[in-house]
């Protein structure tokens, strides 16, 4: 089992004075939901400049959904960093949650940002951002734009983001439906590819899983085939098993043929080009690659693509995965772990993932850092109170729990 080991501090509610100099980012918390995860990011990136709080806020009755077994890979390099990060735990209590925003949000406060999921409870963020306009604070709500849902849009929560200085989505058509509902009076809107889970489109409803292994890696191929096994008989239609790996004799294919699901498996030997790797990714499901290095084609692939992908591996720091919302760690001697992770990835395949520079993009726009490459969509003039963001660099964060 694979272990986090935080290298913040956390802290009781009431317990701690608001710094000078700070960045304030208030979202999901756990890492092992994908919102969660995108917020640990965004903080990532944020205190590679600046002092940052987090405020953790989790409403919900999902503490783990079984990723003990299958943590984020972005939660499994969290060890590495030694940033100035503070991390609170925001009160369950509306009321004490208010006295501990006003005791952690003060007038030295450079900037604070929240980060809502539609469909999850983001009542707290009215109080977030009220609290911060009280002590003259610029505001930001980074918004995720999850695929087509009426149920799961931006417009949804539009009276909670309309109290925010400056509201950023992922997608155009959500930021002109926040215009039409703000009005000339409402926050200034923009996009940004970061907070775009759009869906990777073009999918069918085949779970079709495609898992690159060493050559002749008979332990590897074992483990994967009793996860994969361990899908009951009543669920496996639908499921298809593509194992890539080169291979000479029959002891490779006899792992297969006797496996439970062996008709749900086909077996490729020969070498992939590019293009067929390409192809592999564009119309898999979810991908698991094994103990990938830097420069691991399968990973890069899938980076690009943006499907959920599980490495499968032995130890807490993979090569691979640092900043990837859409990556799981699994135990390669243990099946539990290689199946809890290929479920949470299928959950995962309609999102589409952007690429771990996203994060560092989102950070830099949301303190008014460099000039960023592609200027992001305007879509709002600025109001005619002239609203000043920081002149440094912060960082988003993510989650993991099935909410669609």
Not at 78 to 84: G, I, P, Q, R
Not at 167 to 173: A, I, P, R
Not at 217 to 238: H, K, V, W, Y
Request: hydrophobic share 40%; proline share 6%; net charge neutral.
């Amino acid at each position: 089992m694979f272990h986090r080991t935080d290298n913040v501090m956390m802290m009781a509610a009431l317990e701690v004075e608001p710094r000078t100099a700070t960045v304030i980012v208030a979202g999901p918390g756990s890492s092992l939901t994908i919102p969660g995860i995108i917020v640990s990011e965004v903080v990532a990136a944020l205190a590679k400049s600046d002092p940052v709080i987090r405020i953790e806020v989790d409403l919900g009755i999902h503490p783990t959904v079984g990723l003990h077994r299958a943590p984020s890979l972005s939660a499994a390099h969290d060890d590495e960093s030694n940033y100035d990060v503070v991390r609170l735990r925001a009160p369950r209590s509306s009321r004490e949650r208010k006295l501990a925003l006003r005791k952690w949000i003060g007038p030295q406060t450079k900037s604070a940002i929240a980060y809502a999921w539609p469909g999850i409870d983001n009542s707290w963020i009215r109080d977030f951002l009220l609290v911060a306009r009280e002590a003259g604070v610029s505001t930001t709500v980074m918004c995720a734009s999850l695929p087509e849902s009426s149920q799961f849009r931006a417009i949804t929560i539009a009276s909670i983001l309309k109290h925010a200085d400056f509201v950023l989505v992922g997608h155009e058509t959500e930021a002109k439906e926040l215009l039409s509902r703000f009005g000339s009076s409402g926050p200034m809107v923009e996009t940004h590819r970061a907070l775009s889970l759009r869906g990777r489109g073009g999918q069918s409803r085949e779970r079709r899983i495609t898992a690159f292994l060493p050559k002749e890696s008979g332990e590897n191929l074992l483990t994967l085939m009793a996860a994969f096994d361990a899908i009951p008989e009543a669920r496996i239609d639908g499921h298809k098993l593509q194992v890539v790996m080169r291979y000479a004799g029959s002891a490779i294919p006899s792992i297969i043929s006797h496996s439970y699901h062996a008709d749900y498996v086909q077996l490729i030997g020969e070498d992939v080009s590019s293009a067929d790797l390409q192809e592999l990714c564009n119309t898999s499901s979810a991908l698991t690659v094994a103990d990938p290095a830097f420069d691991s084609r399968a990973f890069s692939t899938a980076l690009g693509t943006g499907i959920a992908t599980v490495v499968l591996g032995n130890s807490r720091r993979p090569a691979v995965g640092r900043g990837y919302v859409g990556g799981l760690l699994a135990n390669h001697s243990q099946p539990a772990s290689v199946h809890v992770a290929l479920s949470h990835a299928l959950r995962l395949t309609e999102l589409g993932f952007p690429s771990p520079n996203a994060w560092k993009d989102l950070a830099d726009l949301l303190v008014g850092g460099r000039p960023r490459v592609e200027a992001p969509v305007q879509l709002h003039p600025r109001k005619a109170k002239e609203l000043v963001r920081p002149s440094r660099a912060l960082e988003p964060a993510l989650l993991l729990e099935h909410t669609l």
